[in-house]
């Protein structure tokens, strides 16, 4: 068991460095639960992490802690108790009133609606939590709960799926300053460029559009209204064309775990098409594509810019570490793109090399071989 007063400084950063909060502002931390009845040590650790990290907040601000049992998928909206503790129980109710509920928890509102239900919703604008510290196991970034929160209501949003508190002595324990600066260079670098193009020694060889697509900046500090990304922190990340990626990619880690074989995923048109490579992984992915409408959409390029970053067991980190590439699957609604589905899953590429290209020929390479340069 991590011993809290190591971490206990990192803790309280969450609060004065990343969110930077003030005494009256409301902060709601929330977990999940697993739904079986074993929970692992670790999913144990986080939630006692979780409630603990509520605790300090009181020191801060007016923090509140909810916990729900998982929703078994990244990008999955959280139920209704997050929905409450975020927004008030009178604007839930009144969702549910006008039958607007239940397409918004289920990703099948359209976009007419989403407006309306914006509106609504802001006739309860006091009842708005400041900020979220989303502690859950299953990702809410890529949700309709998290961009109501920070692009209708101006809520900082601080997301930390698959958490790992020993990153408090890693990932977390870094210069934010230092990080905000490279993955602002990044992103001011490749502003405006039309085609991205990844090659890997794995074997990856993939390009994508990403003409007209703004590029986001996952820096840690959240201090801004509205201003929403994980901790730890350091990546630019940007939502291709629909349609545009084609080649393959190759991976050797799964999202929490090494592959005994690599996993060759093969696209066209924006999609990926055929999977080969450890069959027990492959059959997995299979299932979701099966199963969920979206899930095998080219979503997102990112780029990682976090020096303390290391750990490629775990997504959260690994995304983040510096000159690697990751490519997801999925949602990218919520970040100019226009893929919805109720999945969103990063996979990262190690030694990448990453150029890119603009419409008047212009090139330039960001990574070689897994090495930040041209910067």
């Known amino acids: ?20 909060v003030s005494k009256e502002e409301k902060v ?17 650790e986080l939630r006692r992490i979780a409630r603990e990290i509520a605790e300090i907040g009181l020191s801060f601000c ?8 998982e929703t ?35 990703k099948e509102i359209g976009e007419d609606e989403l407006r309306t239900v914006s509106e609504m919703l802001k006739v309860y604008r006091e009842d708005v939590v400041d900020a979220v510290i989303a502690l859950p196991w299953f990702s809410t970034t890529h949700t309709r709960f998290r961009s109501l929160l920070t692009d209708v209501f101006g809520t900082r949003y601080a997301s930390m799926p698959l958490f790992d508190p020993e990153m408090f002595l890693g990932s977390m324990d870094v210069d934010w300053d230092e990080v905000a600066r490279r993955t602002k260079a990044i992103g001011e670098a490749i502003r405006g460029a039309k085609e991205a193009h990844i090659k890997s020694p794995d074997g990856t060889d993939l390009t994508l559009s990403i003409e007209g697509r703004e590029v986001w900046l996952d820096t840690g500090i959240l201090r801004e209204r509205g201003k929403f990304g994980n901790l730890p922190a350091g990546e630019a990340f940007i939502a291709p064309v629909e349609g545009s990626a084609s080649g393959r990619i190759v991976v050797r880690w799964a999202p929490e775990r090494p592959l005994k074989e690599p996993v060759r995923m093969d696209v066209r048109e924006g999609k990926v098409v055929s999977i080969s490579g450890e069959k027990d992984f492959c059959e997995e992915l299979l299932r979701i594509f099966r199963s969920i409408p979206g899930s095998n959409v080219v979503a997102e390029l990112g780029i990682g810019t976090n020096p303390k970053a290391s750990r490629l067991d775990n997504i959260l980190e690994a995304e983040k570490v510096l000159g690697t590439v990751h490519i997801a699957l999925g949602d990218n609604s919520n970040f100019g793109g226009k893929s919805v589905a109720m999945f969103h899953e990063d996979f990262v590429i190690t030694e990448p090399t990453l150029t890119f290209n603009w419409s008047d020929g212009k090139g330039l390479t960001i990574i070689e071989g897994g090495r930040i340069c041209n910067l």
């Not at 068991?1 to 930077?20: S, Y």
């Not at 999940?32 to 040590?41: A, E, K, L, M, V």
């Not at 990008?75 to 409450?84: C, F, N, R």
């Open 62 to 69: 007016k923090a509140s802690y909810v916990e729900y049992i």
């Open 28 to 44: 709601l931390v929330i977990c999940d639960r697993p739904s079986g009845t074993s929970p692992s040590p670790k999913r144990e």
């Open 72 to 106: 078994g998928c990244h990008g999955a909206e959280p139920p209704l108790e997050a929905w409450k503790a975020a927004f008030g129980e009178m604007a839930i109710s009144a969702l549910s009133g006008s039958g607007f509920l239940r397409p918004l928890l289920s």
């Open 1 to 20: 068991m991590l011993d809290l007063d190591r971490i206990r400084p990192a803790m309280e950063r969450l609060f004065t460095v990343n969110l930077g």
